[in-house]
């Protein structure tokens, strides 16, 4: 009878047992060559194993692998939220905790909304994603498969509509349902927090329309509600800039973070008002692993890295690729499947419609296996699992990018109708 180790639960998008990688690049086991549009579902900013970040890994190794910080500080801890509290760039006086993950940091700052408002609802918004945790789960907008099987979630959530110029919900259909949602379903009184994504990740990349994240800030402040910010993906330069909030002229009061924070080693991060952070009591924050020593040290020359000059001109270099690849390809009439071009900077997405309009979903898993093949490594996002989304690394090389760019050419043009 064969043995398999690994829970038959967890879904695997391709089907490779990766060896090594640098940069934009990975090989598997079998010596085959790919170039990387996923970057560990954008981890990799900074790309495979970069060297200022293997550098920091491996000294500080040699001085101190771990300690739980709430039992003794280590300076790794204390200089990395030194740096990364005055990387934030808000008005307000920030401080913050470390996480082990993006979901744990949504957890925290779930506990620090309802101790800093007494309050314990919270609204997330449709087509979310924010951990895998049973709490985050039901933060999620997407039931399938996240939420299946898996009976009462904490709560209570509510969920909006998320307005985009990618998913044609408008500022003033997501308002109405606001409204509505206060009407009918729970007093505006009894929320703690919104939480949203400045830039959906799993959701296909949908940029938040700007003057509804106005509206929402202007709402919360006038309710006293906390407005959280999930940078998990969206930061750390994806979109050309240190976070994607910025654009839209607003300050988040608590601010998620992860992914690309370190380099690859596992960290994350919530920050955000001093005022809400220090409501729980001591004790009420803290983890044995979170804000591991070499993960600071991972992200401190990750921080080292993103200055804003080189965050601004990777961000633009790979935006202006990529949608001038699109623009011609859509001139062309590469593919009758090619629909939009979502999001922002480099943080983009690409939209497979059938001639109908509906999600071509089965085209996309198509062209998974076509780029596989040929040596591109793509991730899936969406509603439908009908967007590709492009999360090459900041620091890919110009002609690697283009190489990349050449094979989805290809592959696209290869589609079934």
């Known amino acids: 009878m064969s043995h398999d180790p690994i829970s038959q639960s967890i879904s695997i998008v391709h089907p490779i047992s990766l060896s090594h990688g640098k940069n934009a690049e990975v090989w598997d086991t079998a010596g085959k060559r790919y170039i990387d549009f996923v970057g560990g579902i954008g981890v990799l900013n900074l790309g495979h194993c970069h060297p200022a970040v293997v550098e920091a890994i491996r000294e ?81 907008g997407k039931v399938a498969p ?134 729980l009591p001591k004790g009420g924050l803290g983890g044995t692993y979170s804000g591991n020593p070499i993960a600071c040290a991972a992200a401190l020359a990750t921080l080292d890295v993103m200055t804003d000059d080189h965050l601004q001109r990777w961000g633009a270099q790979q935006a202006a690729a990529i949608v001038s690849r699109y623009e011609t390809w859509r001139a062309q009439h590469l593919s009758p499947c090619l629909g939009r071009l979502t999001g922002v900077g480099a943080m983009r997405g690409i939209e497979l419609t059938n001639a109908d309009g509906t999600p071509a979903s089965r085209q996309l898993t198509q062209l998974l296996g076509l780029a596989r093949d040929a040596g591109l490594l793509l991730m899936p996002s969406g509603k439908s699992r009908h967007i590709i989304r492009l999360l090459a690394p900041l620091t890919i090389e110009p002609a690697v990018l283009e190489e990349g760019l050449d094979i989805l050419q290809a592959c696209l043009a290869q589609l079934d109708e």
Do not use: W
């Open 60 to 140: 500080q190794a040699t001085r101190l692998t771990h300690y739980a910080f709430n039992a003794a500080p280590h300076t790794p801890y204390i200089e990395l939220m030194e740096r990364l509290t005055a990387f934030i760039p808000v008005s307000y006086p920030v401080s913050g905790m470390l996480t082990n993950s993006g979901a744990e940091a949504a957890e925290n700052a779930l506990k620090i909304a309802r101790g800093a408002t007494g309050r314990t609802a919270v609204i997330a918004f449709d087509g979310a994603f924010h951990g895998r945790t049973l709490a985050t789960l039901n933060l999620n």
């Open 146 to 279: 996240y939420k299946q099987k898996v009976g009462v979630l904490p709560g209570p959530v509510y969920h909006l509509p998320y307005p985009s110029a990618d998913n044609g919900v408008t500022c003033a259909e997501a308002l109405k349902a606001m409204d509505r949602l206060f009407s009918v379903e729970i007093d505006v009184n009894d929320v703690a927090c919104f939480i949203i994504e400045p830039v959906q990740g799993e959701g296909g990349f949908l940029a938040l329309d700007i003057e509804f994240a106005q509206a929402l800030r202007r709402f919360c402040d006038a309710k006293n509600i906390l407005l959280i910010a999930d940078e998990i993906q969206s930061g750390f330069g994806r979109t050309g800039q240190r976070f994607a909030f910025s654009r839209l002229g607003i300050e988040p009061d608590l601010i998620l973070l992860g992914k690309s924070i370190a380099g690859g080693v596992p960290l994350g991060a919530v920050v955000g008002r001093k005022a809400q952070m220090d409501n």
